[in-house]
């Protein structure tokens, strides 16, 4: 069983396309086209489910038309609607010769150089030019720290927890 600590989330399935059993996939990660893997991860009824691709068509820079194997009409392509798609972590760690896109470290614990936890990372704001990760602290409280690898000091992917030396004062924003 595929557990949710091993996934992130690329996207969701929005709507059926035509009659075959096609969907449109709306992604905010384009993971899936970068590295080798011949099925996405979809949750549906609270379970991770791999469904294999047996075609991919992109319409635009955040849409796709997928015709999954034994997904062979509206119907069924029906129960589709509306879930997450998800992704290994490890698949994506794997690819070293890859950048890992921001979206991988939602749920990577912070922790500074003296071993102090910050937080979570919960979300990613990439709306301008300078990313943030969106961090809540183990009081509750939200902060936005720079997602840039000049204060990422080290990373363990198993783990899910980053090392970080971010600029003095950050905490007090």
Same mark, same amino acid.
């Given at each position: 069983?595929?557990?949710?600590?091993?996934?992130? *989330?690329?996207?969701? @399935? $929005? #709507?059926?396309?035509?009659?075959?059993?096609?969907?449109?996939?709306?992604?905010?990660?384009?993971?899936?086209?970068?590295?080798?893997?011949?099925?996405?991860?979809?949750?549906?009824?609270?379970?991770?489910?791999?469904?294999?691709?047996?075609? @991919?068509?992109?319409?635009?820079?955040?849409? +796709?038309?997928? #015709?999954?194997?034994? @997904?062979?009409? $509206?119907?069924?392509?029906?129960?589709?609607?509306?879930?997450?798609? %998800?992704?290994?972590?490890?698949?994506? $760690?794997?690819?070293?010769?890859?950048?890992? /896109?921001?979206?991988?470290?939602?749920?990577?614990?912070?922790?500074?150089?003296?071993?102090?936890? *910050?937080?979570?990372?919960?979300?990613?704001?990439?709306?301008?030019?300078?990313? %943030?990760?969106?961090?809540?602290?183990?009081?509750? /409280?939200?902060?936005?720290?720079? +997602?840039?690898?000049?204060?990422?000091? $080290?990373?363990?992917?198993?783990? *899910?927890?980053?090392?970080?030396?971010?600029?003095?004062?950050?905490?007090?924003?």
């Amino acid at each position: 069983m595929i557990s949710e600590d091993s996934v992130y *989330k690329i996207g969701y @399935i $929005s #709507k059926t396309h035509g009659l075959k059993g096609e969907v449109n996939f709306h992604f905010t990660d384009d993971i899936f086209d970068t590295t080798e893997s011949p099925y996405l991860l979809i949750r549906v009824d609270g379970i991770i489910v791999p469904f294999f691709i047996e075609s @991919i068509r992109f319409r635009s820079d955040t849409t +796709a038309i997928v #015709k999954f194997e034994q @997904i062979d009409s $509206s119907e069924q392509a029906q129960m589709l609607l509306g879930n997450d798609v %998800l992704f290994e972590r490890s698949k994506a $760690s794997a690819n070293e010769s890859e950048e890992l /896109t921001l979206q991988y470290f939602i749920g990577f614990s912070v922790v500074d150089e003296e071993g102090e936890t *910050k937080g979570v990372i919960t979300d990613v704001d990439d709306q301008t030019e300078n990313w %943030l990760f969106q961090l809540e602290a183990p009081d509750g /409280t939200v902060h936005y720290i720079p +997602a840039h690898e000049e204060f990422i000091v $080290s990373m363990d992917h198993d783990e *899910k927890r980053m090392v970080m030396n971010l600029p003095e004062g950050i905490w007090e924003l």
